[in-house]
């Protein structure tokens, strides 16, 4: 009878214990997924990295707009915006965290003015001067989590 109620609470605490693993591996999962975006609103420069077309990664350091809690990235006629257009998988280094993101286009034209008086409004007259160059600034991209991450 005891050889039967040790293997039973054994089971017991062995299924516990998986589920409480489970429920960790989840809960960090949304964890990551729901970052406070908010708390990076005053970091001017994170680091972008995205794919070459020949597989090697292209770091680029670039300016960061979080607008309603969101982080939002731009860029005109640039290398690393067409590798964004072909492979939207990025990764953003931001301070001393590693973010494992998707850049999605904005083509919304209400949010584009938005997030075009939002980088106005933050970078100022290095604004102003970039505005200047042919293409500049012309493709906005939201960075979501990626699927599955």
Known sequence: MQHVLRDSVGTAARRLAWTGCLLVALLGASA???????????VNT????TTNEDGTPRETTVWLLVLDGYPYLRTGSTRWGANVERDPDV???VGDRDFLLRAVRVT????SERLQQGFREKYGWSDAVLGLLPGAGTKLFRVDPRPGS
């Open 46 to 49: 994170v680091t972008v990295t």
């Open 108 to 111: 919304d034209p209400t949010l």
């Open 32 to 42: 990551a997924t729901a970052f406070d975006w908010k708390t990076m609103a005053g």
């Open 91 to 93: 990764k953003l280094h």
